[in-house]
């Protein structure tokens, strides 16, 4: 069965810096992207950026771009969401997922999601 | 920056038949990916590649794509669908992916 575990919420001040994690099982984490959706209280799906455990290709959202850093380590199958500067607009919950394959290759659109990490960031 | 626009809210009875729209300048060329978030989960994909089913999902849910709309009905609506519904795709370049809006469907 294919899993994503998240690591647990977090409770931060601003200005502080962030990392969470994401831990792929069941399946070979090093041949399918991982992707960082963020979604605000009561608000919709962001598309935050995606990247390739195989080589760590990264393609960032223009309006992430330069405001989070995604990385993976590929030998702990464990994929990064780094903030190093933390504002209250970032809190947030903050889900991985997997892009999806199918018999022609990667498919732009994600079939499996982490449980997601709720963020908090408060003076 | 490529927009998807969705409605933000859907109303219908038990049996009913719900189209769930959303607009992209791009669908004629990029497909359309559709996902079920009930209250507190995490997000659940329903339709990949503009008509394509998972195995998890049941056969009442479809999609189409005319021109720059996309469409997800669901046949004979039950009351678990009752769900915030979002559209995804990619735009001309195929390099950025984006969400649409997302419309609640409410089951009444």
């Known amino acids: 069965e294919v899993q994503l575990v998240q690591s647990g919420a977090e409770v931060k001040k601003p200005g502080e810096s962030l990392t969470i994690s994401c831990e792929g099982f069941g399946y070979t984490f090093t041949t399918y992207w991982i992707g960082w959706v963020r979604q605000r209280p009561g608000k919709g799906l962001e598309w935050m950026g995606i990247i390739y455990p195989g080589d760590s290709e990264t393609r960032y959202s223009p309006s992430f771009q330069g405001q989070v850093t995604l990385s993976v380590d590929e030998s702990f199958t464990t994929a990064y969401l780094h903030w190093s500067s933390l504002q209250a607009s970032d809190s947030a919950m903050y889900y991985c997922?997997?892009?999806?394959?199918?018999?022609?290759?990667?498919?732009?659109?994600?079939?499996?999601w982490g449980q997601g990490t709720l963020v908090t960031v408060s003076s | 920056s490529y927009e998807l626009t969705q409605p933000p809210s859907v109303s219908l009875s038990p049996g009913q038949t719900a189209n769930i729209f959303c607009s992209g300048d791009?669908?004629?060329?990029?497909?359309a990916y559709w996902y079920q978030q009930k209250p507190g989960q995490a997000p659940v994909l329903v339709i990949y590649k503009g008509t394509e089913r998972p195995p998890w999902i049941p056969e009442r849910f479809s999609a189409s794509t005319s021109g720059t709309t996309g469409t997800l009905t669901i046949s004979g609506v039950q009351a678990e669908d009752e769900a915030d519904y979002y559209c995804?795709?990619?735009?001309?370049?195929?390099?950025?992916?984006?969400f649409g809006g997302g419309t609640k469907v409410t089951v009444l």
């Open positions: 791009a669908l004629p060329r990029q497909s």
């Open positions: 995804q795709s990619v735009d001309s370049s195929g390099s950025y992916w984006v």
């Open positions: 997922a997997r892009r999806g394959v199918n018999i022609f290759g990667p498919i732009e659109g994600f079939d499996a």
